[in-house]
C-alpha cells in the first residue's frame, strides 16, 4: 500500500493561524469561521513562508478589477471553505457539461457530461442541486458558489424553468432535469448558496477555461 504523503497546512485567517501538521488540526481553525482562508502545502518551510505572505499570491486570487477600492472592501473574498459549481457549453444550446469543485484546491469534486444537447442554465441548475446533494451526504457545512443568477432562481423555485424542448437528443438530460426536480422537492438542506462575485474574484473556481 502507497504511503500517504504528509501534508501541512496554512491558515491565514480562522479560528487561530499558523503552520498546521493535520487536516484534523487545520479544520479545527477554519470550522464555522466566517472568510476562513488556508492551503495546503508539501513542505513545512514551504507553509511557514506562506503564512508571512499574502495569500493571494498562493491561491490564484486574481487582483485585477474593474471595481473600486471600497467596492472590493465591501465586497470582501471568498469564502474559501466552500464548493464552486459552474457550466459549460459549447452552442446554445449545444454540447453541455459542468462540475463542482472544491474552492481553495480546485479539486475536481464531481463532473457530468458532455450531453450532446443542452443549455448552460441547465447544466448551472443541475451544478447547484447535484452541489447540494453532494454536501447533504457528506454532512458538511461549507457554502456553495454558483455565478449564475438565473440558476440560482430556479433553484429557489425549485423548477427547471428552460425554454428548451424535449427530444430523442436531450432525454438524457432531461432525466437528470426531472430527478433534480424531485430531489429539491423532496429534501431539505442548509446549505448557503451564495452568488460568486466574478468582478471582484475573478473567474469561478469551478469554470472550465473556454471562454
Known amino acids: 500500500m502507497a504511503k500517504t504523503k504528509k501534508k501541512f497546512y496554512t491558515v491565514w485567517r480562522g479560528h487561530h493561524t499558523g503552520v498546521f501538521e493535520s487536516w484534523d488540526d487545520c479544520k479545527a481553525q477554519i470550522t464555522n469561521f466566517k472568510g476562513a482562508i488556508y492551503k495546503s502545502f508539501k513542505t513545512f518551510e514551504e ?120 427530444s430523442p437528443r436531450n432525454k438524457d438530460l432531461f432525466e437528470l432535469v426531472d430527478r433534480a426536480v424531485v430531489w429539491l422537492k423532496n429534501n431539505s438542506y442548509s446549505t448557503t448558496i451564495v452568488k460568486w462575485e466574478t468582478k471582484a474574484w475573478g473567474e469561478i473556481p469551478a469554470d472550465f477555461g473556454r471562454k
Open 47 to 166: 507553509a511557514k513562508k506562506a503564512l508571512r505572505g499574502d495569500y493571494r499570491d498562493y491561491l490564484g486570487t486574481s487582483k485585477k478589477s474593474t471595481l473600486s477600492e471600497a467596492q472590493l472592501e465591501r465586497i470582501g473574498d471568498p469564502n474559501l471553505y466552500s464548493i464552486s459549481v459552474d457550466a459549460a457549453s459549447s452552442g446554445n444550446p449545444g454540447k453541455m457539461e459542468y462540475r463542482g469543485v472544491d474552492t481553495q484546491t480546485k479539486k475536481e469534486l464531481f463532473k457530468q457530461g458532455p450531453f450532446k444537447e443542452g443549455t448552460n442554465n441547465i447544466g448551472e441548475f443541475l451544478a447547484i442541486v447535484h452541489g447540494l446533494a453532494y454536501l447533504k451526504q457528506k454532512s458538511s457545512d461549507r457554502i456553495l458558489y454558483t455565478d449564475s443568477r438565473t440558476a440560482l432562481s430556479w433553484v429557489k423555485k425549485k423548477n427547471c424553468n428552460t425554454k428548451l424542448k424535449r
